[in-house]
């Protein structure tokens, strides 16, 4: 049994005895009763009073009142108990604190905002980056804060989304380009994490790529075109010695190919360079697109052995840029033909899905590609077999040049394939360019 409560009984019996004891010495057995029981009740009084006391002085900081007994016992268990909250309090404390001071280092600026997009706490790179102070703007809505369209649009679009990204001019500076990340988290996902940092060097680096790429494409545009005429001259002179027919055809083989390269950069730098807005573009009728680039397939293709099948709604037309929809078209098909032995078939297919896009399928039985490559063939100078596409008179950019057009469009780029099988490539544009 407890001590606490044996100790108890002990009280309780000497009480017990004083009350026989006076009783019998006095004979009044109702003060030996009520004397007793009345210092008893006083004790206990005064071992509650010292108790509340203590806890009310903070019961930690404060030694622990002296009581015995069952009093003695709830003081210390009271006393453990408040020790070791303390402790985990002070814990707790020093980890926000941790946490607190980890996050404020961050150089990204980091908002926490509530599910009405009210900020409930920013770090120290809110205000360079983003201009939030986290003093002055607690509570206010984001949006009030940052009036940029695309990023008013980023908070109301898709709620259900886990994250959403973009990239926009420096609600602080304009001419520098922030990247803000909006990440959906807690329980139900209704809290929201808004992150920001200035990628203006990054922005500026690219832009010196893309015009350096430009450039120099430019600059060796012209000299190519004077030796490759001069080569074109020297093989079909009739004087050109045998021995040296062989390395002038090389030669204006290659200078050939170093024009594709230099045409096909140019055009990727021309796409990257000019944005092109929802609604921009022409009436493009791709049906008789696709039917010009068959035509000229089965009239000038390899050896003339392939077989290109149209299967092509020919009401389903695209508010698109013609010369690109072109590119686009030209390209698959260009690869479909060049990645299939002689004798195959290509399948063209131009449909609207049940999405309500316009869609083109260009499926071959060639030689296909590796799963491993499937992710890489749309990157630049991305070649599987540089052997096959240099013969081809590939320049590893054609699918770059698709992808960037489609994705300048608003659609997107499937590759499927099974090595050995062949490949399908669909190129869709949005139910928003669709004209029937
Ligand atoms: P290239 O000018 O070399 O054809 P692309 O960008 O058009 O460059 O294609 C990149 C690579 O993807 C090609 O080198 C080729 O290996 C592969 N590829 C593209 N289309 C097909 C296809 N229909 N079948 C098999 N491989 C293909």
Redesign the pocket.
Known sequence: MNNAISYERWRLLLMLVSIVAIGLLTDNWIVAILLPSALYIIWSFYQLYALERWLRKGAVKKKAPDSGGAWGEIVQHIYRRQLAAAKSKKRLSSMLTRFNTTISALPDATVILNPSFEIEWANKAAREVLGIDRRRDIGQRIDNLIRNPDFQRLLNKKRNKKQKNLEMPSPLNPADTISVRLVRYGKGSDQYLLLARDISERIEAQKTRKAFIANASHELRTPLTVISGYLEIMQSAPELCEEMQEPVRAAAEQAHRMQQIIIHLLELSRLESAELAESEGERVDVPEILSNISSTFSLAGDDGSHMINLDVDPALHLLAKEEEVHSVCL?LIN??V???PPGSTVDVRWYQNSMGQACLDVE?D????APE?LAH??ERF????DG??SE?G???????IVKHILTRHGGWLWVD?TLGE??T?RACFPKSRVLS
């Open positions: 390209n690869n479909a060049k990645y299939t071959d060639g030689y296909g590609i490559h063939v749309t991305y070649r599987i077999d096959r596409s081809t590939g320049t590893g950019l054609g699918l770059a394939s062949g490949a490539f």
